[in-house]
C-alpha cells in the first residue's frame, strides 16, 4: 500500500519545480492587470460621483439664490396687496431698491389684472414691453389665470423677451380670486442670470445646459473640450417648471482627478512579480543544498522566539510608568524592536500612532499639575482598554502616548484603530468633579513602508503627528515621504528663530485703518517680519506656528510691543504723533502674569500714552481659560489701552464674552467682507455685526477691503473703520508718513468727497 504524502511534502517537492518562477511572475502580471483595471474604474467611479456632487452643489446653490430673488418678488407683491392704492412713484422706490440689492433682474413690473404691464423698473431699455399682454398664448393665459385665482407663484420658462433675447419671468400675484390686483413680475435675462448665479460657481470647469421637459432651453458652453462620457443631471427644484441641470466636466477638470496610481500600481506589482520569481529561483537553489540546515535553524529560531517572549513578559512587569500604569518609553521601545523583527518573518505591517493631548499644557498651567497628573490617568485608563495580544500602549512622557498595532493586515485595520482611540475620548473626564471635554492629536507611521527600524518608525510618526498638529486639533495625518524634509526645514528655522532676536532681525510693517466718518487714518495695525539672512524674507504663518510650539512667541510678543510703543515714541513731535497702534498677542501672551506690568514698563520706558496702544486678541484666545483672562484684561483695560477683537465671526458661536470682557473695537474677518457686495447673507451677517457692536458701544473695523464696492457698502451701513490693500498695504515706519499724507482713498472715492 502507497503511503500518502504529507500535504507540506508535496507544497515544497511542487515549489522546487523549474516552472514554479515563471507562474509566479505569471500570476504577479495578472494581478497588476487586474489592480489596474479596477484602480481604472474606481477613478472613474469616484469622477462620477464628485461630478454628481458638483452638480447637486451647483444646482442647489442656483435654486436658493433663485428663490431668495423670489421671496423678494412675493414681499413686494404683499406690500401692493396691504397698499393697493400705492402711488407709483413709491411702487417704483420700491422696485428701483430691489433692483440695487438683486443685480440680477432685467427688469421688475406690475400687471394689471387683464396681464397688460402698467408699472416697470427701469424703463431704459425695457421700453418695447410697455403695455405689453403677457397672456400671449392660450398656455400663458390658462397658467396665469389659474395663478391668479390660486394665489399661486407661476414662472414662465424660457421665453423670448419682448426687450429682445431670451429670457424668463417670475409672476408673483397680488392677492387671489376676487381679491387679486395683478402680479409682480420679476423678468431676468439669461445671459445675466446665468452671469451673476451660474458662472461664479461653475469656474470654467463645465459646460451646463439647462433642461425645459427635457428639452435644452439655454445651454452655457465650456471655455475647453468637455469629456461627453462623464455627465450628469440633476433635477432643479422650483415651482411650477420642469427643469433639469446638466453638467459636463472639461478635459482639464477630469484629468485632475486622475493619478499615475494605477500605472504605477501596475509597474510596482510587475517589479514585485520579477522580484519575486528571481527570488524564488535563488530560493530553491539554496532549499537544494540547506534543506536541513533551514530546518534545524528554524527549530532554534522558536526556541529563541519564546525564550524572548519569556524574557520580554518578565522585563514588562518593571517596565510600567509609574504615573499611568502604561509602558514607559524605554519597554515600549524595545517590544516595538522586537514586534519588528517578527514582523519581518511573517511579512506582515505594524502601525505605530503617536499622540499628543490637546490643550493639554495650557490646562496644565492654568489648573495645577495635581490635575494633569490625574487628567493623564484617566487618560491611560481608557486607552489601557485598547489593550490585547495584538495591540501595545505606552506612555512616552509629557503629554505624549504611543500605540503600536502588531498585526496589520490593511490600511484600514489602522483607521479603525484610530477611531477606537477617537472614541476613549467622547466622553468628558470628570475631576475634582468638573467636566472637562479633551481631545488628541495623533501621527501615524507604518512599516516596513514609513520606517525601516523602530527609531525611523518613531521619528515618522512624530512628523507626522507635528504636521497633524498645523492642521488643527483632534484630527491625525499619516507619514508621507515629503514630511521629513518638511521637518528638517522646519527645524533650522527653529534653530534660526533661537537667534532672530538678538541680531534684531524682526521688523514691524504698519496697515493703516482709515476711520470712514473723518476720511483720515487714526490708527494702524502693527504686522511683524522676519529678515532673514538666507531664505529673505520669512511670512509669520511659517515661523509664528513655531514660536509657539517653542514657547518663543511671548518673547517675540514683547518685542512687538517694545518695538511698537518706541515706534510712538519716535513719532511725537511729527504729523503722526497721535496715531494709535494695534499689536497682536497670544493666547500664551495673555496668560502671563506680568503683562499688565511689562506693558506700564514700557509706557514709563518711552513716555507714550496707554491709549496709543491697542491689545488684538482673537475669539479663541477670548474664551480659553475666561477667569483668568478676564482678570488679565481688566488689568490692562485699568492702564488706558484699548482691546480688540480680531477676526470676529470665524469659529465660534457664543456672545457671552462681549457682555462679560471690556472691548473697545470688533474686527470683522475678512471672509465676510470678500463678496458682501454680492452675497447677500454675507452682507445681513456683516450688518447685524455692525449693529450688534454700535448697541453694545463698541466700534467695528472691516478687514481685508480690497475693493470700492466692499468700501462703499461699509459706509452706507455705518462701519467705523476699514482696513485693506484697497487703502495701503502694509508698509515699514519710513514710508507711512508718504502714504498717510497721499491719502488712503481711491481717486473715485476722494472726488466724490
Same mark, same amino acid.
Given at each position: ?123 431704459? %431699455?425695457?421700453?418695447?414691453?410697455? #403695455? ?17 385665482? !390660486? ?23 397680488? #392677492? ?14 439669461? $445671459? ?15 459646460? @451646463? ?32 417648471? !420642469? ?47 540547506? !534543506? ?43 517590544? @516595538? $524592536? ?46 489601557? !482598554? ?126 493703516? /485703518? ?36 517653542? #514657547? ?13 510703543? /518706541?515706534?510712538?515714541? /519716535? ?25 499688565? $506690568? ?18 488684538? @486678541? ?39 464674552? @462681549? ?44 478687514? %481685508? ?10 459706509? /452706507? ?37
Amino acid at each position: 500500500m502507497r503511503l500518502k504524502r504529507p500535504l507540506s511534502v508535496v507544497l515544497v517537492h511542487h515549489f522546487m519545480r523549474p516552472v514554479f518562477p515563471a507562474i509566479i511572475l505569471l500570476t504577479f502580471l495578472g494581478i497588476a492587470t487586474a489592480l489596474k483595471l479596477g484602480l481604472d474604474s474606481e477613478e472613474d467611479a469616484q469622477i462620477r460621483q464628485t461630478l454628481a456632487s458638483e452638480t447637486e452643489s451647483l444646482a442647489r446653490r442656483t435654486e436658493q439664490d433663485f428663490l431668495n430673488h423670489v421671496i423678494a418678488l412675493r414681499r413686494m407683491a404683499s406690500r401692493l396687496e396691504q397698499q393697493p392704492d400705492m402711488p407709483r412713484e413709491t411702487w417704483s422706490q420700491d422696485a428701483r431698491n430691489y433692483l440695487e440689492d438683486f443685480q440680477t433682474f432685467q427688469a421688475i413690473e406690475w400687471i394689471d389684472r387683464n396681464f397688460v404691464i402698467q408699472w416697470m423698473e427701469p424703463l431704459e %431699455g425695457n421700453t418695447e414691453a410697455q #403695455g405689453f399682454n403677457v397672456a400671449f398664448s392660450e398656455e400663458r393665459l390658462e397658467e396665469l389665470t389659474r395663478a391668479q385665482q !390660486q394665489g399661486s407663484l407661476d414662472i414662465s420658462g424660457v421665453i423670448s423677451l419682448t426687450q429682445g433675447g431670451s429670457g424668463l419671468v417670475v409672476y408673483a400675484p397680488v #392677492g387671489a380670486g376676487a381679491d387679486n390686483n395683478g402680479f409682480i413680475a420679476g423678468v431676468f435675462r439669461m $445671459e445675466r442670470l446665468a452671469d451673476t448665479l451660474i458662472i461664479p460657481h461653475i469656474r470654467g470647469n463645465f459646460s @451646463l445646459e439647462l433642461l425645459e421637459e427635457g428639452d435644452v432651453a439655454f445651454s452655457l458652453p465650456a471655455q475647453a473640450a468637455t469629456q461627453n462620457r462623464f455627465s450628469h443631471t440633476t433635477a432643479a427644484n422650483l415651482p411650477s417648471v !420642469q427643469w433639469a441641470v446638466r453638467v459636463k466636466p472639461t478635459q482639464e477638470w477630469v484629468e485632475r482627478y486622475r493619478s499615475n496610481w494605477p500605472w504605477a500600481t501596475f509597474l510596482s506589482m510587475l517589479a514585485l512579480g520579477l522580484l519575486v520569481s528571481l527570488t524564488t529561483l535563488l530560493v530553491q537553489l539554496v532549499l537544494k543544498r540547506n !534543506q536541513d540546515l533551514l530546518r534545524t535553524r528554524r527549530d532554534l529560531e522558536e526556541e529563541i522566539d519564546q525564550r524572548i517572549a519569556i524574557q520580554h513578559d518578565l522585563e514588562r512587569l518593571a517596565s510600567t510608568d509609574t504615573l499611568t500604569g502604561l509602558a514607559n518609553r524605554r519597554f515600549f521601545m524595545e517590544d @516595538l $524592536e522586537h514586534t519588528l523583527l517578527q514582523a519581518d518573518r511573517h511579512m506582515r505591517q505594524v502601525g505605530l500612532i503617536m499622540m499628543d493631548l490637546d490643550r493639554f499644557q495650557m490646562l496644565n498651567d492654568s489648573l495645577g499639575h495635581h490635575f494633569g497628573d490625574e487628567l493623564l490617568a484617566m487618560v491611560s485608563g481608557r486607552l489601557d !482598554q485598547l489593550s490585547d495580544e495584538r495591540i501595545m500602549v505606552g506612555y512616552s512622557g509629557g503629554d505624549e502616548f504611543m500605540v503600536c498595532q502588531q498585526h496589520v493586515d490593511d490600511i484600514d485595520d489602522v483607521i479603525h484603530l484610530l477611531g477606537q482611540i477617537k472614541g476613549c475620548f467622547a466622553e468628558p473626564f470628570e475631576i475634582h468633579n468638573e467636566k472637562h471635554h479633551v481631545t488628541a492629536t495623533m501621527g501615524v507611521a507604518v512599516y516596513p513602508q514609513s520606517g525601516v527600524d523602530a527609531d525611523i518608525l518613531l521619528r515618522n510618526a512624530d512628523i507626522a503627528l507635528y504636521r497633524a498638529k498645523e492642521q488643527g486639533r483632534n484630527t491625525y495625518q499619516f507619514y508621507t515621504e515629503g514630511m521629513q524634509e518638511r521637518e528638517v526645514r522646519r527645524l533650522e528655522l527653529d534653530n534660526d528663530l533661537s537667534e532672530a532676536l538678538a541680531r534684531n532681525q524682526f521688523e514691524l510693517y504698519f496697515q493703516p /485703518q482709515l476711520d470712514l466718518a473723518t476720511s483720515q487714518s487714526s490708527s494702524v495695525e502693527a504686522l511683524i517680519r522676519w529678515n532673514h539672512p538666507e531664505r529673505g524674507l520669512v511670512p509669520p504663518v511659517e515661523f509664528i506656528p513655531l514660536a509657539e510650539e517653542s #514657547g518663543r512667541i511671548t518673547e517675540i510678543g514683547r518685542w512687538v510691543i517694545r518695538a511698537a510703543c /518706541q515706534q510712538i515714541r /519716535q513719532w511725537q513731535g511729527t504729523a503722526l504723533e497721535n496715531l494709535r497702534i494695534a499689536v497682536n498677542i497670544s493666547g500664551r501672551e495673555l496668560g502671563e502674569a506680568d503683562l499688565p $506690568e511689562y506693558l506700564a514698563q514700557c509706557f514709563d520706558e518711552y513716555q507714550v500714552r496707554p491709549q496709543q496702544l491697542e491689545i488684538e @486678541l482673537t475669539e479663541e484666545s477670548f474664551i480659553e481659560n475666561v477667569k483668568h483672562n478676564h482678570e488679565q484684561m481688566r488689568r490692562i483695560s485699568q492702564l488706558g489701552v484699548h482691546l480688540a477683537i480680531d477676526d470676529f465671526g470665524v469659529g465660534y458661536s457664543s456672545l457671552g464674552y @462681549l457682555r462679560d470682557f471690556t472691548v473697545d473695537l470688533l474686527k470683522i474677518d475678512r471672509s465676510f467682507i470678500t463678496d458682501v457686495a454680492r452675497r447677500h447673507d454675507d452682507a445681513i451677517i456683516t450688518r447685524a455685526v455692525i449693529n450688534l457692536a454700535h448697541n453694545l458701544g463698541i466700534r467695528v473695523v472691516a478687514e %481685508g477691503v480690497e475693493t470700492e464696492e466692499q468700501l462703499e457698502f461699509l459706509k /452706507q451701513h455705518r462701519c467705523d473703520m476699514a482696513q485693506g490693500y484697497l487703502m495701503s498695504r502694509p508698509v515699514p515706519a519710513g514710508k507711512l508718513p508718504d502714504v498717510i499724507a497721499g491719502g488712503l482713498l481711491p481717486v473715485s472715492q476722494q472726488q466724490h468727497h
